[in-house]
């Protein structure tokens, strides 16, 4: 029987790759989708790795749209949104970028959601009746303790626009 060091177990397992990230650049949330059957998902993680989210984010994002057809990730530093989209399309992957409404309404949305509600003389509990929402849900999303996802931060939008024809929308299903 003969034992290796740690050190032949190491070099086993391949070299080091250091991963060249962008140096500066603005936050982007996107939409990864399947571009081709058969993404090169290594590719994928990497293009986002360079943007400055962590591997393993990157990777779930990516066996995420592969399972489910899609995953929203956020990058930290994207400093050219085209080059970004290339690097993932020649991946087989297709990318949309969220639009700046949707990341103020995000980032903004404990404070607008109260003040909206406000406007429209409702209480915690009228306001989730009225739009098929848990009133917990709705608590929790005042006090900024939970960030909604996208399908409901169109639907406060939709309300804060046209709350009346919104509520007979959400209501006639």
């Not at 050190?7 to 070299?15: H, K, Y």
């Not at 939970?146 to 639907?155: M, Q, V, W």
């Amino acid at each position: 029987m003969v034992t290796s060091s740690f050190g032949e177990r190491l070099a086993q397992q391949g070299r080091v790759q250091v991963i060249p990230r962008v140096s500066s650049g603005s936050p982007e949330e996107i939409v990864l989708k399947l571009g081709r059957a058969s993404p090169d998902v290594i590719a994928a993680t990497l293009a986002m790795v360079r943007r400055g989210t962590t591997m393993l984010k990157a990777k779930r994002a990516v066996e995420k749209a592969l399972q489910e057809g899609d995953a929203v990730i956020d990058l930290p530093m994207v400093d050219d949104k085209k080059a970004l989209a290339d690097d993932l399309e020649s991946a087989g992957m297709s990318v949309t970028f969220r639009s700046v409404l949707d990341r103020d309404l995000k980032e903004n949305f404990a404070t607008r959601l109260k003040e909206l509600r406000i406007r429209l003389h409702m209480s915690q509990e009228e306001f989730a009746r009225d739009y098929n929402l848990q009133k917990k849900t709705l608590q929790g999303w005042e006090l900024g303790n939970k960030i909604p996802d996208h399908g409901n931060r169109l639907l406060i939008s939709l309300i804060e626009k046209d709350p009346v024809t919104t509520k007979r929308l959400v209501n006639a299903g």
